[in-house]
């Protein structure tokens, strides 16, 4: 895993936005950082 050199984004919520946004960005040159208040994902 290598360290990328831009920008740092922090997405506040795991549900379908959240994750969306997260697969959204893996390809991008950020780090990226999920926070949620569970430890797990429910679908529902």
Do not use: W, Y
């Not at 969306?20 to 950020?30: G, M, P, Q, S």
């Amino acid at each position: 895993m290598q360290t990328p050199s831009g920008p740092h984004v922090v997405i506040i919520g795991c549900g379908f936005g959240g994750l969306e946004t997260a697969k959204a960005l893996r390809n991008a040159d950020v780090r990226v950082t999920l926070i949620d208040r569970s430890n797990h994902h429910l679908f529902q």
